[in-house]
Nanobody, 117 residues
């Protein structure tokens, strides 16, 4: 079973920054579209950003200009740099690895991000 290891969540004040990390097995990381999703209480899980093995990125409109997704292919690790955090960014953030076509390889266990004003 594929395991994704997340880290980096926490409690911050609005306007501050956090960086999330997600490590994946090399056999998956090299070929997967890696992404971050989030789920706030009472809401559906939503895509925050994803990054292809080629480096192509995609962002939700709500985080464009504030969040940056990146991947270190040597370390088999994906990052989400979150700047100018807002209370509405509060959620559990999940790392995801998926096929380009045809479904997921794995989900991470989730890491809590809480932003207070």
């Amino acid at each position: 079973q594929v395991q994704l290891m997340e880290s980096g969540g926490g409690l911050v004040q609005a306007g501050e920054s956090l960086r999330l990390s997600c490590a994946a097995p090399g056999s998956i990381f090299d070929i997967a579209v890696m992404g971050w999703y989030r789920q706030a209480p009472g809401k559906q899980r939503e895509l925050v950003a994803d990054i292809h093995s080629s480096g192509i990125t995609n962002y939700a409109d709500s985080v464009k200009g504030r969040f940056t997704i990146s991947r270190d292919n040597a370390k088999k690790t994906m990052y989400l740099q979150m700047n100018s955090l807002k209370p509405e960014d509060t959620a559990v953030y999940y790392c995801n690895a998926r096929r380009l076509i045809g479904g997921n390889y794995a989900w991470g266990q989730g890491t809590q991000v809480t932003v207070f004003s």
